[in-house]
Every structure is written in structure tokens, then in C-alpha cells.
């Protein structure tokens, strides 16, 4: 987990961070896999300390399901069928700043098991 840099290269990395900043830089993570499979299902639980102004979810040609959100407004479930691409999957986003501060936790499971568990603080 961490802020991404140089999205719009392929040599794009991620620069592993605990403590993120609202500033519209991309954030997310990557998982290595050890999988033969062309493609795979991940499913990311998003869960935040207080509501947010707005869950900005967009609609993906790869989402299983459209994205949900829990009754408490809090946890935020995305679910994908994504290539492996290099051995790895990855996911990334931009938090707006209206977005709450705190410690964040976002749980990613790949064909249902439990495979990371990112905790964060945004700032």
C-alpha cells in the first residue's frame, strides 16, 4: 500500500506509505500473486473512521457487481475480475479533501480468501 507515481507510465511505482495526504496524489496497493490464472476476482472492503461527504464510486467494465456500501456508510465494497499482469494486481484511487481524516483499513481478498490487509492514516 502507498502513493503511486507516474500513473500514465508503464514503469509506474508505488512508494510504500502508512500515512497519506489528501492531495489528490494516487494511493493504492499492490499484490504479488502466485497464481497461473489469466485473470482473477479481488474483492477490496474499504472502511473508514466517519462517513464521507460522498463515496466516489465509478462504474468499471471489469466490476462483478456494482460497488456497495455498508448501512453505516463506513465500509465500501468493490469487487473486480482483473488480468494478472506480471505476476501482481492492482487497484488505485484519489482521495478528495472532504475525505475524513484518521486511520483507515482496507482488506483485499482474491478469490475470497484473505490475502492483505492495509492499515493507514490519512492526514
Known amino acids: 500500500f502507498g502513493v503511486f507515481k507516474d500513473?500514465?507510465?508503464?514503469?509506474?511505482?508505488l512508494d510504500p506509505a502508512r500515512v497519506v495526504a489528501r492531495d489528490g496524489k494516487p494511493i493504492g496497493w499492490v499484490i504479488a500473486l502466485d497464481s497461473?490464472?489469466?485473470?482473477?476476482?479481488w474483492r477490496e472492503e474499504f472502511s473508514v473512521p466517519t462517513p464521507p461527504k460522498r463515496w466516489g464510486f465509478a462504474?468499471?467494465?471489469?466490476?462483478?457487481?456494482p460497488a456497495s456500501l455498508s448501512p453505516d456508510k463506513l465500509t465500501a465494497s468493490t469487487e473486480r475480475l482483473v488480468p494478472v499482469s506480471g505476476g501482481t494486481i492492482s487497484h488505485w484511487w484519489k482521495l478528495d479533501a472532504s475525505?475524513?481524516?484518521g486511520p483507515h483499513t482496507?482488506?483485499?481478498?482474491?478469490?475470497?480468501?484473505?490475502?492483505?490487509?492495509f492499515a493507514f492514516e490519512v492526514n
Do not use: F, I, S
Open 36 to 41: 497461473q490464472k489469466p485473470m482473477v476476482r
Open 7 to 13: 500513473l500514465d507510465n508503464p514503469g509506474a511505482t
Open 99 to 101: 475525505d475524513p481524516r
Open 59 to 65: 462504474p468499471d467494465a471489469r466490476d462483478v457487481r
Open 106 to 117: 482496507m482488506k483485499v481478498y482474491v478469490e475470497d480468501v484473505l490475502v492483505a490487509d
